[in-house]
Nanobody, 125 residues
Framework: QLQLVESGGGLVQPGGSLRLSCSAS????????IGWFRQAPGKEREVVSC????????HYADSVKGRFTISRDLAENTIYLQMNSLKPEDTAVYYC??????????????????WGQGTQVTVSS
């Protein structure tokens, strides 16, 4: 079965850190651009970060630059989102995504082929 399975969400205090993981099964990540999205209550889903299939290009939303880091481990077929200095406005359901890349240097999702199920991140004191 082709799927992405996420883990690592939870409740954290402002200023804290979390690492989200997203394990792929049924397909390899080598040829896929990967990304993380989030959706807060009452808001549209937005892109947080993307990594090109080459692994050389990244994109971050302005709101998370300098605080979040996207990465992947091809041996483990897993992608990660390290989130530091978390703020209450980072509270959302976070989704990982994979897009079979036509341009290996493009850190963007042209059309998502696979979505994770979502994991809740709550930043609150």
């Amino acid at each position: 079965q082709l799927q992405l399975v996420e883990s690592g969400g939870g409740l954290v205090q402002p200023g804290g850190s979390l690492r989200l993981s997203c394990s792929a099964s049924g397909f390899g990540l080598s040829y896929y651009a990967i990304g993380w999205f989030r959706q807060a209550p009452g808001k549209e889903r937005e892109v947080v970060s993307c990594l090109s299939s080459s692994g050389r290009s990244t994109h971050y939303a302005d709101s998370v630059k300098g605080r979040f880091t996207i990465s992947r481990d091809l041996a483990e077929n897993t992608i990660y989102l390290q989130m530091n200095s978390l703020k209450p406005e980072d509270t959302a359901v976070y989704y990982c995504a994979a897009d079979l890349a036509s341009d290996p240097e493009l850190a963007a999702m042209a059309e998502v082929d696979y979505w994770g199920q979502g994991t809740q991140v709550t930043v609150s004191s």
